[in-house]
């Protein structure tokens, strides 16, 4: 069983910046697509961004030019920088691993206020 432990969530200003983590349990990440995900209070859970084992990325509209993902494999470790924050990027964001099965971590709350 793998485990993701993300950490780096808290409470931020408008145009503030969070750098999430999320650490894997499993020698294997490098094999791993992993990928980004938050859920709203009231809404579905939604991709932000992904990161494929060979390091393509992606990004959901909303986020694109703030947000950027990165992977460190040598530390089994995927990031979530998040620049430009907005009120509406207030969510629970929870990391995702992909490799022959889908592995979730216990998500970590993100709020942007002033």
């Known amino acids: 069983q793998v485990q993701l432990v993300e950490s780096g969530g808290g409470l931020v200003q408008p145009g503030g910046s969070l750098r999430l983590s999320c650490a894997a349990s499993?020698?294997?990440?490098?094999?791993?697509?992993m990928a980004w995900y938050r859920q709203a209070p009231g809404k579905q859970r939604e991709l932000v961004a992904v990161?494929?084992?060979?390091?393509?990325?992606n990004y959901v509209d909303s986020v694109k030019g703030r947000f950027t993902i990165s992977r460190d494999n040598a530390k089994n470790t995927v990031y979530l920088q998040m620049n430009s924050l907005k009120p509406e990027d207030t969510s629970i964001y929870y990391c995702?691993?992909?490799?022959?099965?889908?592995?979730w971590g216990q998500g970590t709350q993100v709020t942007v206020s002033s």
């Open positions: 995702k691993a992909t490799y022959l099965t889908i592995y």
């Open positions: 499993d020698s294997n990440f490098r094999f791993y697509t």
């Open positions: 990161i494929t084992p060979g390091g393509s990325t």
